[in-house]
């Protein structure tokens, strides 16, 4: 296992995604301090080192699935994987080693939006409102959500041999995970009441307010808020707000949807026949 990581850790100190991402994450977390600094001088805005924080941990979404398909994609190509195999390495250490390198690296770029943020946010910005320990526990959330991300990713580039195709499902795969806490959070946000209005001579009447039919009930309530808890897209996004309703709840549906899809990628990469 030493060597396998130590290889792939010099092969990813080569990778150009890993580098592009990097310099992408680092030019994402430079512009959201400056932007709300603009605001700030132009406007007279009181933007918060917290309210852009987090932001991060949505684009990890984005950058996770094109960083672990190409990563491992390319070591199927170039016929990496087989030739470990040959050597004597098992199938265990090959899969574990590149998930902890593809992790580790995850992480990093995650870095590279943190700490020019917070170098820039903390010297232009206003202090923030939640506490330290708030933040601090909002960035080990995240780490969890981030091993989630990147235990479904991998597992997919592990199981399918073409890079091209493992990318594009990759993408596919995150793109519904999005959409679909994207729009539960649309039915959790949903008002119980709406306001009509009613146009008479006299100008606008507001009419008193009126149930709202979009309003979810308490039962299905809690089975979207248990979905949107469970998908590490609607964790992020809960994090992304520093709005988390049940923060270890979250850390263990991470913790368990890591483990979980880690097993499943380790069986069933030990069954996947290896041209």
């Known amino acids: 296992m030493r060597k396998l990581l130590s290889a792939q850790c010099s092969r990813l100190l080569k ?96 870095l590279a939006f943190v700490l020019p943020y917070m170098v820039l946010g903390f010297s232009m910005l206003e202090a923030p409102k939640a506490s330290a320990g708030v933040l601090f526990f909002m960035a080990l959330l995240s780490l969890f959500v981030i091993t989630a991300y990147v235990s479904i990713f991998h597992m997919l580039s592990m199981l399918i041999t073409k890079k091209s195709t493992s990318a594009v499902i990759c993408m596919l795969a995150f793109i519904v995970l999005f959409v679909l806490a994207i729009v539960i959070k649309g039915k959790l946000d ?24 979009k309003y979810l009930l308490p039962e299905a309530r809690r089975v979207y808020q248990f979905f949107f808890e469970v998908l590490p897209s609607g964790q992020s996004l809960q994090i992304a707000a520093i709005n988390v309703v049940h923060p270890y709840l979250l850390m263990l549906y991470s913790a368990v949807t890591s483990a979980a899809i880690t097993v499943l990628g380790i069986f069933f990469f030990k069954k996947k026949n290896l041209k």
């Open 15 to 110: 990778n150009k995604v890993f580098w592009l991402e990097l310099l992408f994450m680092f030019g994402m977390g430079v512009c959201s301090a400056l932007m709300p600094y603009l605001d700030n001088v132009r406007y007279g805005e009181h933007s918060r080192v917290d309210n852009m924080l987090f932001n991060y941990i949505v684009l990890m979404g984005l950058c996770t699935p094109v960083f672990c398909s190409l990563f491992s994609g390319t070591e199927y190509s170039d016929g990496t994987i087989r030739n470990k195999l040959i050597v004597g390495h098992t199938r265990f250490s090959v899969y574990c080693s590149s998930l902890l390198v593809s992790l580790s690296a995850s992480i990093s770029v995650a």
């Open 190 to 213: 949903a008002p119980e009441f709406v306001q009509n209005y009613s146009m008479t001579i006299d100008g606008i009447e507001q009419m008193s307010p009126e149930p709202n039919p």
